[in-house]
């Protein structure tokens, strides 16, 4: 029905254009009023009736002769999906989701590389874009109240292999998006496309374990209506942040970050999906003191998400002084900025490389988890005084410049896939479940149902080793490891360790609160001697001299080992010097 109401659409238009063109260049005279209703009639017949009788007669061979049913399930709300492929695959699948609502999907868009018939639907469902405009669908759907839950295929996926296959299943899992095809649907003829089974695409493929899923109803009483910055508002987990904080529906939104060009995408992305969301871009550096102190005097943000950082091990183990500006003094102007100017709390994004820190990159993050942790103990007893709250990440599957996009560009020129040592092992999680655990930890803080002084980790199960992600990659595009690509070994780089940890040997682990979350109680150190250390620091980063920096660094991470020790006790206790080399 959908067809012919096309149809009789497109009939109207052309008649009426010829008509209009008639009457304009003055040759009306020869033709009966009648012609073009004649016309408007033979046009509507002979295009809408084969399409009609086709369809019918194999209604009839099916014994499906009825209208299209709306998809509802008796078991509850039908899936909201957006249906992926081929023009073909996509009516096929689209008519069987009328004939079988039981199937438990209820379309609500379609991508796919159609060309000219962008903005066109397909069965009444629009056309929203291309294969490689997921995220933007996505956002502008949920700017709108119809968030997709369900990536669907139509057809055969294996039709798509390689790089493709894996990055647009990477892409919707970021997103949050199952991701489900059918079995066998290709091969089935029209009588039997009933017996139809779909299957998912687990995420646990990757991450060894289901997703974690945190309870949201906290969430939203603690953003909405409230001023809301976040820092490093470009990049992955900043970006994810900004987009969940927007549907939200904050007060304002302070998008701060010192890439003029992420800043201007997030910007962009968020006037095209919340145009009537106030916000502010602010092209800023963390390490910018006093240009950070400006902005906080001038928009007194409440909630600040702190996600700025340099991130990469090996470019911080080459550059520190760089990463000890941003990582350390960055993270401290910040925090300063949130106690001067009355912010309500700060929620930090740490990483599992600072505990135990064997590279300068998880070094300078437990130097900023140290200085969070001494500020929210200093306001105990205060109720007035902001929280600042550490949240500790494993590696986040697809965001910029890490392991998954790696894996997807080496699969894209067909290989080898390079891994750095067979026994590497890593904590990996979703960019939504470590944005769900930042925005839990700052609605949660502000509720008070939180000690102070704590930092808070997501259960990510078991280490997984990176040789097997590899391994499911290839699989996941279709292929086989070392037969159609190789895994090609190259050896650990500066910095790197073997294993990561989530707790610190000396931190003492503590139930949480947060179903699925852990708290750890690190040994903390006086706020005089971090701001003190962290002066000379911020001095010798400046100068660019990297060997005071890592002595200043290490000194005040044995400092901190040794804080227990009686003060007669510590000063028979030698020197401490940790030396990074090679991932020794």
Partial sequence: MADLVAIIEAATVAIVAFVIGLVVTGQTGWMPRSIPIIMWFLLVVLLGAP????????????????????????TGAPRPALIIGAGDDIDAMLRHLEAHPESGFRPIGVLGDLGIHRRARIRGVPILGGYGELAKVVDRLESSGRRPECLLFAGDPERLRGAAMVGIIAGAQQLGLAVAYPVGFATLDQRRRSEIDFRYFDIADLLGRPQKQLDGTAVSAAVAGRRVMVTGAGGTIGRELVRQIAALKPAELLLLDASELALYEVD??????????????????????????????????????????????????????????????????????????????????????????????????????????????????????????????????????????????????????????????????????????????????????????????????????????????????????????????????????????????????????????????????????????FDAIETAAIAGDDATCGTLARDLLADNVITNVPAAEREQIPAIRLVSAGGQ
């Fill in 268 to 533: 962009i992305e968020m006037r095209e999906n919340f145009p009537d969301l106030p916000r502010q871009s602010l092209l800023c550096s963390i390490r910018q003191r006093q240009q950070v102190m400006r902005i906080f005097e001038r928009h007194r943000p409440e909630l600040v998400y702190h996600a700025a950082a340099l991130k990469h091990v090996p470019l911080v183990e080459a550059n520190l002084s760089a990463g000890m500006l941003t990582n350390v003094v960055g993270t401290r102007n910040v925090a300063d900025a949130v106690r001067r100017f009355g912010a309500r709390a700060m929620v930090q994004v740490s990483t599992d490389k600072a505990v135990n820190p064997v590279g300068f990159m998880g070094v300078t993050k437990r130097l900023g988890e140290l200085y969070c942790q001494a500020l929210d103990l200093a306001g105990a007893g205060r109720g007035d005084a902001p929280r600042f709250m550490t949240v500790r990440f494993g590696n986040v599957l697809g965001s910029s410049g890490s392991l998954i996009p790696l894996f997807q560009r080496q699969l894209s020129r067909g290989g080898p896939l390079t891994v750095t040592h067979p026994d590497m092992c890593r904590f990996f999680m979703t960019v939504h479940e470590a944005v769900q655990l930042v925005l839990h930890s700052s609605a949660r803080g502000m509720g008070g149902e939180l000690e102070r002084g704590r930092i808070y980790v997501l259960d990510m199960g078991k280490p997984v080793k990176i040789i097997d992600v590899a391994h499911r990659m290839i699989r996941m595009a279709g292929l086989e490891p070392d037969i159609d690509v190789a895994i090609e070994i190259v050896g650990l780089r500066p910095g790197e360790k073997l294993y990561e940890e989530l707790f610190d040997k000396d931190e003492e682990q503590l139930p949480s609160t947060m179903p699925g979350v852990f708290e750890a109680m690190p040994d903390a150190l006086p706020i005089s001697l971090l701001a003190s250390t």
């Fill in 51 to 74: 399409r009609m009788l086709w369809r019918l007669t194999g209604s009839f061979l099916r014994g499906t002769v009825k209208p299209p049913v709306p998809s509802y399930s008796a």
